[in-house]
């Protein structure tokens, strides 16, 4: 009884294992599945017979049915990653791009204005022997103030309207006002001689008009060297700005005040019109900035300078209003 129960079995499963390597697709292997396996299946059938068996061949039969669905399973299993492996080839077939003929109609982005000042400045400095530095946007009161001769109280702490950051000690965490920390991180990093610029975001309570933005890209640029001298702070303004423009525009020096330069200047450049652009401020470096940077005033001397990106690509390509060059209008961003 056992025996003929068995042999019926492995005849219908080697039919379905030959219907399950022949299935064309997913959906023919899961209807053979359903009909071998479902309600109304032969493995329903022999496993209901099973329980007309004498109470000694039942073993010998339900062992025989599991070996028999296992070799079903595994069929059944194999040919679906089969269908499967190709079912997803044929798909990225259909789904192939073919990216080697640029339609006429496609339009071609390019590098934002500012991005692309930032990147025209690095090379023309690295050109000149500078090296690229850089620093955190959110950066500690240290750094951005007393490192740089802005003790706590000093009034010139008013002059940047400083956002402050929700971190550590109340005061002790801001978004940076300037550049000019990256000259501190730099001297704590390096020894002298240092040819370095820092282009970077700068952030400041600010109301956004035509010429300000609360945030903007600033360049800074340090020099330390034996001898450095006020002369070579002035010839390198001229030399930056004639390669970045292509051509030389008459500058000026203006005396200023910052704490962390003395002397100090504001640098200008004249427009074609006649009229003179503020540019950004300059100086040599203040003793005490050299030495919060571990390096002795006695030995090096140091230039340093810091001017606003997008007030120099502003000037490069005539645009009136900073606030456009921030607004996203893909009319004007397309200019550029
Ligand atoms: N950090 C100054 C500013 O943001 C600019 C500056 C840099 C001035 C370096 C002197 C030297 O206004």
Redesign the pocket.
């Known amino acids: 009884m056992t025996d003929s129960l068995l042999d019926d079995l492995q005849a219908s499963v080697s039919e379905a294992v030959a219907a399950v390597d022949g299935a064309s697709d997913l959906e023919a292997l899961d209807t053979i599945e359903r009909s071998a396996l479902g309600k109304k299946g032969f493995f329903t059938a022999a496993k209901k017979a099973v329980g007309g068996l004498e109470p000694d061949e039942r073993k010998a039969a339900g062992q025989g049915i599991n070996e028999a669905k296992a070799t079903l399973d595994q069929a059944i299993a194999a040919r679906k990653s089969a269908l499967q492996t190709s079912a997803r080839a044929a798909q990225y077939e259909s789904e192939r791009l073919d990216l080697t003929e640029v339609p006429a109609t496609a339009s071609v982005g390019h590098a934002h204005i500012v991005t692309q000042t930032w990147e025209e400045l690095e090379d023309v400095f690295v050109g000149m022997g500078f090296r690229v530095a850089e620093g955190p946007q959110v950066e500690t009161d240290w750094h951005n103030f007393d490192a740089m001769n802005i003790p706590k109280g000093h009034p010139a702490r008013d002059g940047f309207d400083t956002i402050y950051v929700n971190h550590g000690e109340p005061g002790s965490t801001l978004l940076r006002?300037?550049?000019?920390p990256v000259?501190m991180r730099t001297m704590l990093e390096q020894e002298p001689p240092i040819y370095v610029i820092a282009p970077g975001r700068?952030f400041r309570r600010d109301t956004a008009d035509a010429t300000h933005m609360p945030v903007f890209h600033?360049l800074?640029g340090l020099v330390i060297d034996r001898n450095i001298s006020l002369a070579d702070l002035a010839g390198t303004i001229d030399s930056f700005v004639e390669a970045y423009f292509g051509k030389t525009f008459p500058s000026r020096l203006r005396p200023n005040y910052?704490p962390?330069?003395e002397p100090?200047a504001e640098f200008d450049l004249q427009q074609p019109d006649g009229s003179w652009l503020e540019m950004?401020?300059?100086?040599m470096v203040h003793p005490n900035v050299l030495r919060a940077g571990g390096v002795d005033p006695e030995e090096w001397s140091a230039f340093?300078?810091?001017f606003g990106m997008d007030r120099l690509a502003l000037m490069k390509y005539g645009v009136d209003d900073l606030r456009d060059m921030f607004a996203n209008d893909q009319r004007f961003l397309a200019q550029f």
Not at 177 to 180: M, R
């Open positions: 006002t300037h550049t000019s000259q700068v600033q800074e910052f962390f330069t100090s950004g401020g300059c100086g340093a300078f810091g």
